[in-house]
């Protein structure tokens, strides 16, 4: 199975979800390493369903700001790559040897603060993570900012994204691919993917 752009999936809770998108074709599973986060898995879950699961990269994600603290959970979860909240952690975790991507927060972002960051080198980043806690309505000027950012950074666009909009939006930015958020089940192995098998089932090649 292929997609027709790189997939992320944020919090992945549960091995329905792994596993589903595994078969799919997504490129990276993300797992919350913050106990004190709702979608938190042990690294002995993270460990279970990637033995469900192949050709796929396990992305362990916080919000921690401590360098030795992602240290020390980097080698609980040994993932393929670590994603952060903070840019100025970035330098600090080039020891860690993995591909880092830095998560963005739409809520709170001035169109000024994504402009700059387009102009702005961020060594040590595979990718740019957008998200969004709150709904985002992508007019011209948000557009406008988005693509000049996309142009300079590798982005992977988290937020807005549904099954009516996926192409537009990936014929409009030049975007190095999407994310989409796991659920929690509502009793184990069984659950409805809704949304996020709408949007990854309209993007298999034909």
């Not at 360098?67 to 840019?87: F, H, K, T």
């Not at 990718?127 to 992508?138: D, G, K, M, R, T």
């Not at 693509?147 to 996926?166: F, Y």
Request: aromatic residues 4%.
């Amino acid at each position: 199975m292929a997609l027709q752009t790189i997939v992320k999936i944020s919090h992945v809770t549960n091995l329905s979800d792994a596993r589903y998108c595994a078969g799919m074709g997504v490129d990276m599973l993300g797992f919350s390493m913050d106990t004190n986060s709702v979608n938190y898995v042990s690294p002995e879950g993270v460990r279970e369903m990637r033995g469900w699961v192949a050709g796929v990269q396990v992305v362990g994600e916080t919000q921690s700001m401590d360098p030795e603290q992602i240290g020390q959970l980097v080698m609980a979860y040994e993932p393929d790559m670590v994603q952060v909240d903070e840019a100025a952690l970035l330098p600090f975790l080039h020891a860690l040897a993995k591909p880092l991507i830095l998560r963005l927060d739409m809520m709170g972002t001035t169109l000024a603060q994504l402009d700059a960051l387009a102009t702005t080198e961020i060594p040590d980043m595979a990718y740019l993570l957008i998200e969004s806690a709150s709904p985002v309505h992508f007019d011209e000027d948000l557009l406008a900012s988005l693509k000049q950012l996309a142009a300079r950074h590798p982005v992977l666009l988290g937020t807005g994204i549904s099954v009516d909009n996926v192409h537009t939006i990936l014929s409009e930015l030049p975007v190095a691919g999407i994310a989409l958020a796991g659920e929690n089940e509502e009793r184990p192995g069984s659950k409805d993917f809704g949304a996020l098998m709408d949007v990854l089932e309209t993007l298999e090649q034909e």
